[in-house]
């Protein structure tokens, strides 16, 4: 059985730490290089790193930010946030980033996803997908949209239609993150993380509501998770990638150990 991995999220805003819930009344709580590098430490096995107002503003992601975490850790780490083309994904690669992840971009541009695959291999493309909860309509079968720009747009999508067709454009991964759950520390959503973990072969990793211990353990069994994000629980000091480990070793959950 593949170990199930944990990931903490960067999300970044004018260059420093942030955090908000649902996406929204974010505020300032560090920096992000420095927790880069404490979460490194305490053994997390991967960084994702998100620009979090990119897209929404019509720039590129702040490269200098970027350089300077990829020089501190030396686990895969993953950024996105206002890709758009192949030369924004080179810059980010170039500027140390393992994966680059797609989001509004990919909506506005799917075929940049089957670019992005064929120039850097599958392994270096994560499909981001921010999703909300909504009415199952014709549109809409599966009960969640997909949403841009921050949670800021709508778009109308089907979140399992979107998670096949980047998985055929070839995204190698999937970070969904529930709109709905995100920064309430109360839970992943476990139906939504499974009706997509089980209908793709590649990766998924849960996003939005870690809390506690317990939540991952639900969300990477129950869920079908390849992988699950934290950030309030770990920002917050209210636990360490160790004791999340740990706990999950007692549940039986097959995790990373490097201590």
């Known amino acids: 059985?593949?170990?199930?991995?944990?990931?903490?999220?960067?999300?970044?805003?004018?260059?420093?730490?942030?955090?908000?819930?649902?996406?929204?009344?974010?505020?300032?709580?560090?920096?992000?290089?420095?927790?880069?590098?404490?979460?490194?430490?305490?053994?997390?096995?991967?960084?994702?790193?998100?620009d979090i107002t990119a897209s929404a503003e019509g720039r590129g992601i702040m490269l200098e930010v970027v350089k300077e975490v990829a020089q501190t850790i030396f686990i895969p780490f993953?950024?996105?946030?206002?890709?758009?083309?192949?030369?924004?994904?080179?810059?980010?690669?170039?500027?140390?980033?393992?994966?680059?992840?797609?989001?509004?971009?990919?909506i506005a541009n799917p075929q940049i996803i089957a670019a992005g695959a064929k120039a850097f291999g599958s392994q270096c493309i994560?499909?981001?997908?921010?999703?909300?909860?909504?009415?199952?309509?014709?549109?809409?079968?599966?009960?969640?949209?997909?949403?841009?720009?921050g949670g800021r747009k709508n778009t109308g999508i089907d979140a399992l239609w979107w998670a096949k067709q980047g998985e055929k454009l070839g995204a190698g991964e999937i970070c969904l993150n529930s709109i709905?759950?995100?920064?309430?520390?109360?839970?992943?959503?476990?139906?939504?993380?499974?009706?997509?973990a089980t209908n793709v072969s590649i990766p998924v990793?849960?996003?939005?509501?870690?809390?506690?211990?317990?939540?991952?353990a639900q969300v990477l069994t129950e869920g079908c998770a390849s992988a699950a994000l934290v950030a309030s629980i770990v920002h917050y000091r209210t636990y360490q990638i160790a004791e999340l480990k740990q706990f999950l070793t007692k549940k039986d959950v097959k995790t990373r150990l490097r201590w």
Do not use: W
């Open 78 to 106: 993953s950024v996105g946030g206002g890709l758009n083309t192949l030369q924004d994904m080179q810059a980010v690669i170039a500027a140390g980033a393992e994966k680059v992840s797609v989001n509004s971009g990919a």
């Open 126 to 149: 994560v499909l981001g997908m921010d999703v909300k909860q909504v009415e199952p309509s014709s549109r809409v079968p599966s009960g969640y949209e997909v949403v841009v720009h």
């Open 180 to 196: 709905d759950a995100d920064g309430t520390q109360e839970g992943y959503d476990v139906v939504l993380t499974k009706i997509i």
């Open 1 to 50: 059985m593949l170990s199930k991995r944990i990931i903490v999220c960067l999300d970044v805003r004018d260059g420093k730490l942030t955090k908000g819930i649902k996406f929204q009344d974010n505020i300032d709580i560090g920096n992000p290089v420095v927790a880069a590098r404490e979460y490194y430490e305490q053994g997390v096995d991967e960084i994702v790193f998100y």
């Open 205 to 216: 990793i849960a996003s939005g509501g870690a809390g506690k211990p317990e939540h991952l």
